[in-house]
């Protein structure tokens, strides 16, 4: 993320304050810019609201699919008491749940309950799943950034080495890493980072977020946010920061080496691409040194493509942490559903995968914002 | 590369100038060929040079291993994936590797860890197949279909296809295997539960894919003539488009059938694959070692993780080289580099066995 508001100021006067805006709220930020860029920006207020437009059929379509699959099969007190209660008091239970009414209604009751953000309550334990994203999604989120902090490090630079030593042994050897990260599941990588640095090295804590010990110094705080470590840094506390951190870096390293290996691909693949075009060549010619060349001439329009597939990248790092939080232990919205799951809880895992269906769609949009705030190509 | 084009600043139309001439040359001078030199593959292979082809016959290599594996499993595998006995004795749990008639070591509920590795494979190809011949069946349809006839029915499908492809592709799968087998089956009903669930994932890239295809050869002139002379819808679908829009599948084909395998594991490993009596999977293998690697057993998950990472390193290698060797910014050749004072002895060597015809 941080090449897009340094990358954007050469092209577009005044966009970075669209950008950062529509980065970090993404509802408001729209309205907000709409009317000041019909004026300045041409195109680019008309590109956001069409795009954000398009958010609504996307989630709608999602859950109308989901929705029916679901149902198709069968009723979510079934798959939770089949067998285990008569015929006659699971009946009784599904009129009183509402399910055997029908399935048109039930549809258009559940969407009428979306809209005023009820996404349902589990059948297990009675809990809002709102309230179970709120509980548990700021941990897949601490998560999810870790990961990208960890894959942009390694992607980039090991990505511009590749480019630069290309068909040598550093690429080959890169290259074939790159491959390597992805042909192995996180869960695997997850399993052989806790056999090497938890258990035969002892050097990191095997599972889980924070250590019990840390749990309960965490508890005398006052108004505890969802985030570990930002609490550990308010209370000051070098144990505790250090705590949470270590519990971090395998969680972190595993999500971050699948999609660090994209990413190195991807920087490998563009800069390529650059550095043989013309405008290269003529800097080339002018004397600039390779180095200079490949970070600051052909570096930032090879990063554009990046920033575009980050939208697909946080779907498949949201995949990637359900695995991951699983692995780790991690309590998160991963590791949450992998739970509900097993108790065939199916209301919830509904709610759940609908709740990150939004999710996506709505870092999609702000990717695509982005993108088209770097590069102007992109707007309609 | 006689063609000259009007270079834009960042846009990269001159180089796929140069890519399609380049291309251009090469089909014409490989026409007089025999044709089993032309084979996807083997052309492929004929083209690559220094790394690339490493990758590729290390792919195929392994590929091949996978497919023999699992066609001979019942004779490499010393014991059955549900047996936790043989003889009347039973194997004993956590047996480390090396203990005698276990290779590999026994798991914790006294399974032998090689047997269910070996049995995995079959499991993997399987859905591997299932899946992206149903995926490539199902794709090709609707993209042809779509394309073809455009308006509102391309439009639904257009923005099902999209959503579809932006959505997380485990959270799908995971949805689709709740609704085929309620989390738990047998060996074919977990297979096809698997594959049906990836090709739910699979259908909108090769939707994409064909439809953009087809609606750039819809305007092509030969398909105008074919409307002219009067002949059917079905006809022109069914041969003019079909056969000149699946030129790019083999690519796909291959990228899929490594996430294939790798979606199958997670699902496994999230407990919601196979039964471990019905068939052995190594996700499920996996899920059951987390458990053990505190206690300090390894072998339980090495084996089968090696087992996936090889499985899907094979096909995405093999991938990955014709994907490289078909996209000729991609292709290993000679940099022309004169000032640089770090040219390794690597790339001549390379460079003198380019035969780039």
Known sequence: MTPAPSTSTPETAGAPDHGRSGAGVPTPAPAAAAPKARRGLGGLGRYILVRFALIIPTVLILMTVVFFLMRVTGDPITAAQGGRLTPEELAARRAAAGYDRPLIVQYLEYLGNVLRGDFGTTYTDHTPVVRILLTYGAATAELVVYAVIVALALGIPLGMIAARRRDRWPDAVLRISAILAYATPVFFVGLLLKLIFSVALGWLPVAGRISNRGELAMGQILNPSPFYLLDAIRLGSPELIADALSHAILPALALGLLTGGIFLRLVRTNLIGTLEMPYVDSARSRGVREGRLATRHALRPALIPIITVMGMQIAMMLGGAVLTETTFEWKGLGYMLAQYMQARDYVAVQGIVMMLAVIVAVSNFVVDVIAALIDPRVRY | ?357
């Open chain 2, 1 to 357: 590369m006689t063609i000259s084009t009007p270079q834009p600043p960042v846009d990269g139309v001159d180089l796929e100038a140069q890519a399609l001439a380049a291309e251009g040359t090469a089909i014409a001078d490989r026409r007089g060929e025999p044709w089993y030199l032309r084979l996807p593959v083997i052309s492929h292979l004929r083209r690559s040079v220094g790394l690339q082809r490493g990758m590729l016959i290390t792919g195929l290599v392994l590929v091949a291993g996978l497919l023999l594996t699992a066609l001979l499993a019942p004779l490499l595998a010393p014991y059955s994936w549900a047996a936790t006995s043989a003889d009347g004795s039973s194997f004993g749990t956590q047996q480390p590797p090396g203990t005698p008639g276990h290779l590999l070591g026994t798991t914790v509920s006294g399974f032998d860890v090689l047997s269910r590795v070996i049995w995995g494979t079959r499991t993997a190809v399987a859905v591997m197949v299932c899946a992206v011949l149903a995926s490539i069946v199902i794709g090709v349809l609707l993209g042809l279909v779509s394309g073809y006839a455009g308006g509102w029915l391309d439009r639904i499908l257009v923005m099902i296809a999209d959503a579809v492809y932006a959505f997380p592709s485990l959270l799908l799968a995971i949805v689709m295997s709740i609704v085929i087998s309620q989390g738990q089956s047998s060996m074919w009903g977990g297979i096809l539960a698997a594959a049906i669930s990836i090709t739910v994932v699979f259908v909108p890239q090769y939707f994409r894919v064909i439809r953009a295809e087809v609606v750039r050869l819809k305007a092509e002139p030969f398909v105008e003539a074919a409307k002219v002379v009067g002949t059917g819808h079905m006809r022109i679908m069914g041969t003019h488009l079909l056969r000149n829009a699946t030129r790019t599948l083999p690519l796909i084909f291959t990228l899929n059938a490594s996430e294939a395998i790798l979606t199958l594991a997670a699902l496994g490993f999230l407990g919601f694959g196979i039964e471990p009596t019905m068939a052995a999977e190594w996700g499920y293998d996996l899920n059951r070692a987390m458990a053990d690697a505190t206690s300090g057993i390894w072998w339980t998950g090495l084996f089968p993780g090696l087992a996936i990472v090889l499985a899907v390193l094979g096909v995405t290698l093999v991938g990955e080289s014709i994907n490289d060797l078909n996209d000729p910014r991609l292709r290993t050749r000679r940099r022309r580099r004169r000032t640089t004072a770090a040219s390794g002895p690597g790339t001549a060597e390379a460079a003198t066995k380019e035969t780039q015809s």
